[in-house]
């Protein structure tokens, strides 16, 4: 199965593609949608739109993750990034494409273990699962990629041992992690 992780943005949109197979996940492709900031917002969508119609035709996912919308104190900015979750979700169900909306929080816990954890962490943790090589401060595709994989602990092969894991733990089991281990072995990074 193959998934697309997108953190949109109006400037800079990052994008990871993640195939899960087996209880394996591997990176297929990842990058930045650099859109021109001197060009009118209109302009950009449009250019975000193809790059990504482009990736979809290319790559042929099954699924997308994208972040949910939050609010910024900056109502214009909160604004524009919605006309770019709009556009990307467009691109999307027009190829069919699975959508899988999380919020930050959700994308860092099932990469971290902690929902509150730093852009860093993230980016360490997704060069470990991943076996990547970290790309200091390129947060915008390091987010893309944990969009991608937490897409795919959701709905790919690894959802029913994860979903299981993040149920125990919101219960409040503390042994929860120590189970998922026993039971994925294969999966831990030395």
């Known amino acids: 199965m193959v998934i697309l992780g997108i953190d949109?943005?109006?400037?800079?949109?990052?994008?990871?593609?993640?195939?899960?197979?087996?209880?394996?996940?591997?990176?297929?492709?990842?990058?930045?949608?650099?859109?021109?900031?001197?060009?009118d917002l209109s302009r950009r969508?449009?250019?975000?739109?193809?790059?990504?119609?482009?990736?979809?035709?290319?790559?042929?996912?099954?699924?997308m993750g994208i972040e949910t919308a939050?609010?910024?104190?900056?109502?214009?900015?909160?604004m524009?990034?919605?006309?770019?979750?709009?556009?990307?979700?467009?691109?999307a169900a027009q190829q069919d494409l699975q959508i899988v909306e999380l919020s930050p929080r959700e994308v860092k816990r099932h990469v971290t273990g902690n929902g509150n954890a730093s852009k860093q962490q993230v980016?360490?943790?997704?060069?470990?699962l991943l076996?990547?090589?970290?790309?200091?401060?390129?947060?915008?595709?390091?987010d893309a990629l944990a969009i991608a994989l937490s897409a795919g602990f959701s709905v790919g092969p690894g959802s029913s041992a994860f979903k299981t894991v993040t149920q125990t733990v919101s219960r409040g089991k503390?042994?929860?992690?120590?189970?998922?281990?026993?039971?994925?072995?294969?999966?831990?990074?030395r």
């Not at 593609?17 to 492709?29: G, H, M």
């Not at 939050?70 to 909160?78: E, G, H, L």
Request: aromatic residues 10%; hydrophobic residues 40%; contains cysteine.
């Open 8 to 39: 949109p943005g109006t400037r800079i949109t990052g994008y990871g593609i993640i195939r899960f197979e087996k209880n394996q996940y591997s990176v297929i492709d990842s990058g930045l949608i650099r859109l021109d900031p001197k060009e």
């Open 174 to 189: 503390r042994n929860a992690w120590a189970s998922f281990v026993n039971q994925n072995s294969d999966r831990i990074i």
């Open 70 to 78: 939050f609010f910024n104190k900056n109502i214009s900015s909160t």
């Open 131 to 142: 076996n990547i090589e970290s790309r200091t401060q390129d947060y915008d595709m390091s």
């Open 45 to 63: 969508l449009v250019t975000l739109y193809s790059r990504l119609a482009s990736l979809i035709e290319a790559w042929k996912p099954v699924c």
């Open 80 to 91: 524009k990034l919605g006309h770019a979750r709009g556009v990307i979700l467009l691109a």
């Open 123 to 128: 980016e360490a943790m997704i060069s470990r």
